[in-house]
């Protein structure tokens, strides 16, 4: 990271601490991972899943960790995602710590609806209702699937709602030939960027983005104590509002954005949803 991002974030490091000494960080999305594993292969799935190792993450610890944000910002709405959610053998535990966590106000969980629910997340499902709701992607690889997956939920009177492939179409977000694009060109990208809202934990690291999780793995662009919080290093409850604050800051673009086209209305390189890779 270059010298004057540093400077730009410790600057707004210490004005955090003074702004966020006695109130909530405001999260409008806050997505939380699951895991890394993924029953479809998407090509250009802006998760990278395809191209990260396989792994379910420890239940336990997210939500030890989830809670520990949810302690110190204010979230609009919680989404649990993946790779696939219902990989998680232990999908129902979480559903129901989100019921009883009375700091989350609205949640949802985004499928691709190729594992059907067993009895014991369709009843924590259910539990949810009035503040949970399901949605369902369907591409033309898992079509019927997911239909079947809507129509089952929807039977049981979940709150669910079905994304169907063909109205809609994907930004393309790795760089075209895997170049990386100059600070002048990802500031530009960041700025017009709508993702940088989705502010996303995975294995006990917070990002402003979900790219954030994967770019080390995937691209090689080392994490760092300014854009990825680890949340449990930080005890003083100001400390961790001020650095979440910062990392989440929308005038600076991240290190992993270098290899980001953006979602934006300017990236023009658009795909059909869920074409599913030929190679492993
Ligand atoms: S269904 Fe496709 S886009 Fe969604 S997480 Fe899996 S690989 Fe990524
Ligand atoms: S430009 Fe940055 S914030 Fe936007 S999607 Fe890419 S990595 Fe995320």
Redesign the pocket.
């Known amino acids: 990271m270059d010298y004057e991002k540093i400077s730009f974030y410790e600057e707004i490091l210490k004005q955090y601490r003074i702004m966020y000494a006695d109130k909530d960080v405001p999260l409008s999305y806050f997505e939380i991972w699951t895991g890394q594993c993924c029953t479809l292969r998407c090509r250009d799935c802006?998760h990278l899943i395809p191209k990260v190792k396989q792994r379910i993450y420890d239940i336990e610890a997210l939500i030890e960790d989830y809670t520990r944000v949810a302690d110190v910002c204010d979230i609009e709405c919680l989404s649990i995602v993946g790779g696939e959610p219902f990989t998680h053998p232990e999908l129902a535990k979480l559903l129901r710590s989100v019921k009883d966590n009375q700091r989350i106000k609205s949640a949802k969980i985004i499928t691709n609806g190729t594992i059907k629910p067993n009895p014991d997340i369709i009843a924590a499902l259910k539990e949810l209702k009035g503040k949970f709701e399901v949605h369902v992607d369907g591409y033309r690889i898992n079509e019927k699937k997911a239909f079947d997956f809507f129509e089952l939920l929807e039977n049981e009177g979940i709150p669910v709602q079905l994304s169907n492939y063909k109205a809609w179409k994907w930004k393309r977000?790795d760089p075209p030939d895997g170049v990386t694009f100059t600070p002048e060109q990802?500031k530009r990208?960041?700025e017009y960027?709508w993702?940088?809202k989705?502010v996303s934990l995975a294995e006990g690291i917070l990002h402003?983005?979900?790219?954030?999780i994967v770019?080390e793995e995937v691209y090689g662009l080392p994490m760092n104590d300014y854009e990825d919080i680890r949340i449990n290093s930080y005890d003083d409850p100001i400390e961790l509002r001020a650095r979440i604050a910062t990392a989440i800051h929308r005038n600076m673009?991240?290190e992993?954005?270098l290899k980001?086209?953006?979602?934006s209305r300017y990236n023009y390189d658009e795909v059909e949803p869920g074409i599913q890779m030929t190679t492993r």
């Open positions: 802006c977000l990802t990208n960041f960027c993702d940088k989705c402003s983005c979900f790219r954030g770019s673009y991240k992993y954005c980001c086209s953006g979602m």
